[in-house]
């Protein structure tokens, strides 16, 4: 269900026209160029950080899962939470992990003959209801570590699950992690972050000249 529409705001000069839902969908047309759309579709798949799981210390695994199907069941699992009040674990001055740049957490469990559906729900702001493994008479027990990171760096970071540029004009935006439209800002902070970045490096570049400086 989609409500409100046609909403116009300035993004630079670009003029869009916007409509956005309660199911985290948010779609708009752009006066831009293919080229400034695409910009900021990449932007929304590999600009925007998350929090994801990126460790998985497991002591016990009685499942039928593989150790390494149990953790990217874990690393796909969407975490609700704003990353930007997160700091990068490379940037922290932390020896190993602490709360300013992770989410730590334990899944414990040992199911007798009845079935136990170990789900999302244990892990916090996680989306809940998402299962992870089913146990009879089985064990598990690990500890996970949720980072700050964007899809760049892993596929479980990007927080967009559709975004489509139809006809070169229109941008469809899909999320999980943060209501749609928020992906959209975020993604355009991101992109003039990096141009500020560049701008500044040519700044101070001993090959940034003008070409009219250079001698004929
Ligand atoms: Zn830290």
Same mark, same amino acid.
């Not at 729900?121 to 702001?125: A, F, L, S, T, V």
């Given at each position: 269900m989609r409500f409100g529409s046609n909403e116009s705001i300035p993004v630079n000069s670009t003029r869009a026209n916007m409509c956005h839902s309660p199911m985290s969908e948010f779609s708009l047309v752009l006066d831009s160029t293919p080229e400034e759309i695409q910009a900021i579709r990449r932007a929304c798949f590999e600009l925007v950080p998350t929090m994801a799981i990126q460790i998985c210390e497991i002591r016990t695994n009685g499942s039928f899962l593989k150790p390494e199907i149990l953790m990217q069941r874990l690393a796909s699992i969407p975490i609700q939470t704003d990353a930007n009040s997160f700091c990068f674990k490379e940037e922290c001055e932390c020896e190993s992990f602490c709360p300013r740049c992770s989410i730590r957490g334990t899944i414990s469990h040992r199911a007798g003959s009845k079935t136990v559906v170990v789900k999302s729900?244990?892990? #916090?702001?996680a989306i809940g209801g998402i299962p992870i493994v089913a146990l009879v008479n089985q064990e598990i027990d690990l500890d996970w570590v949720a980072l700050k990171g964007t899809g760049r760096q892993?596929?479980?970071?990007? #927080?967009?699950s559709v975004v489509i540029a139809r006809d070169g004009k229109e941008l469809k935006i899909e999320s999980i992690h943060y209501p749609a439209k928020i992906v959209f800002k975020k993604a355009l902070e991101s992109l003039a972050t990096f141009c500020d970045k560049f701008a500044d490096a040519l700044d101070h570049t001993s090959n940034g000249h003008d070409l009219h400086d250079r001698d004929p």
């Open positions: 729900d244990e892990i #916090p702001r892993s596929a479980h970071h990007c #927080p967009v």
